[in-house]
């Protein structure tokens, strides 16, 4: 059976696992052309450049590309390409890619995208990943690649209901492998996948033999002292992250049902929306994410979120993180960086007396940084994760495995060797 992008259907049983194919309908093209065509700009003001948001001149400029130039059906054929999937786990769609390697003895792996991501985050890796020996690479470390949407992302809509945050997620991919057979196997994430594959680490410690992360957050706890230890490098990242604009975050975190009438009613909207933070997180030029990204690859990325009508759904993820958080226990001060000024200061000073001892996961862990755009600091990592490997690069941003699939997929084989 092959779902289309928009009529699903319902899923009878909730074990099926079922052929997925990406299939637009061509009104729905033809309907985003006059959207752009219709566009209502707005005015701006002169001479601020990037400062306050994307610049029309820039905006107006991708668009027209995206109207005109963009090949939505040559992006559709190539994500067609990779074996796809459905099923239903705990009430919620779940959509995935499978590649399955050549090689008899690949290590099965999942691989989590985050936001403003998807699924094709990973296009650039998948063959130097589950097929080295026709990249001209050691054969013996090979990947039967898994690569899902996150609830409420893409194909896994619509979103079910209320409560998807990163351990139900983590519940259902672990559930997710079942089906599929694996019963050991690696957890790759970034960004929302570097929070819900630590905790596919927690939840089956005995099944998931490594976490591989990357635009990993870490977080202080108000124990005493704990800033003592940080060296100058590891104090800036966290005097960034106390400086990091979150608007976004607010947003998504507090009103994405309003958020939702916008950005889905509106492709320029979901454009600028998406297109500010690749321009922000990449390491690319001022203002020219597609430099890191390429232009086709991240119009792709949009375009998804755009045909699927899920920049609401997508962002309940962070509803879940934010205001679901109880800011009064310790678990809501993990995120103090999040909750405002006054949280921040209390967990950034010289030490609050107290604190409190998270969990700390018992599953290898490697973590891959972007010494350009990443805010890790290792003590506060290697606190709450069993941290066996710690790789810094001068090059590649938050989307790492996008804006460097070679070195990515190099960074994930030699963990999973070492593991070996």
């Not at 090949?71 to 769609?93: K, V």
């Amino acid at each position: 059976m092959t779902d289309t992008v928009l009529n699903l259907g319902p899923m009878e049983h909730h074990d099926d696992i079922r052929p997925f194919r990406i299939d637009v309908p061509q009104a729905d093209l033809e309907d985003l052309s006059r959207r752009l065509t219709d566009t209502r700009w707005p005015d701006e003001l002169p001479d601020v450049g990037w400062s306050r948001g994307i610049p029309v001149d820039s905006l107006r400029e991708l668009a027209e590309y995206w109207r005109t130039g963009f090949d939505w059906r040559a992006q559709e054929a190539e994500l067609n390409a990779h074996p796809q999937f459905t099923t239903e786990i705990d009430g919620q769609r779940i959509h995935f890619v499978h590649v399955r390697s050549p090689e008899p003895e690949a290590v099965p792996l999942l691989l989590i995208h985050g936001w403003p991501s998807s699924f094709t985050e990973f296009l650039g890796a998948i063959g130097p990943l589950s097929d080295p020996r026709s990249h001209g690479l050691d054969p013996e470390r090979a990947f039967d690649l898994v690569i899902p949407s996150l609830p409420g992302y893409g194909f896994s809509t619509p979103l079910s209901e209320p409560g998807w945050n990163a351990e139900r997620i983590a519940q259902a991919f672990v559930e997710l492998m079942t089906r599929l057979g694996y019963e050991r196997y690696g957890v790759q994430g970034g960004d929302i996948g570097a929070m819900v594959a630590p905790e596919m680490g927690r939840l089956e410690p005995e099944r998931v033999i490594g976490v591989h992360v990357n635009a990993l957050l870490t977080f202080p706890t108000g124990a005493e002292g704990e800033m003592e230890g940080l060296d100058e490098a590891e104090r800036q990242r966290w005097r960034d992250m106390q400086a990091f604009n979150d608007g976004y975050l607010q947003i998504q975190g507090k009103s994405p049902q309003t958020l939702a009438y916008a950005l889905v009613d509106s492709p320029v909207g979901q454009l600028a929306w998406i297109v500010e933070k690749f321009a922000a997180w990449t390491d690319a030029p001022p203002g020219r994410p597609e430099e890191a990204l390429g232009r086709d690859r991240m119009l792709a990325d949009v375009s998804l979120y755009w045909f699927t009508g899920t920049a609401g759904s997508a962002a309940q993820y962070y509803y879940e993180f934010v205001t679901a958080a109880d800011w009064s226990t310790e678990e809501g001060s993990t995120v103090a960086w999040e909750a405002g000024e006054r949280d921040a200061e209390s967990a950034g000073g010289d030490g609050a007396e107290g604190g409190w001892e998270p969990e700390r996961g018992t599953v290898p862990t490697g973590v891959l940084v972007s010494k350009l755009q990443d805010v890790a600091i290792r003590p506060w990592a290697e606190r709450d994760h069993h941290i066996v490997r710690w790789t810094e690069y001068e090059r590649g941003g938050h989307f790492f495995a996008a804006e460097q699939p070679e070195l990515f997929a190099a960074d994930v084989r030699d963990f999973f060797a070492e593991l070996k």
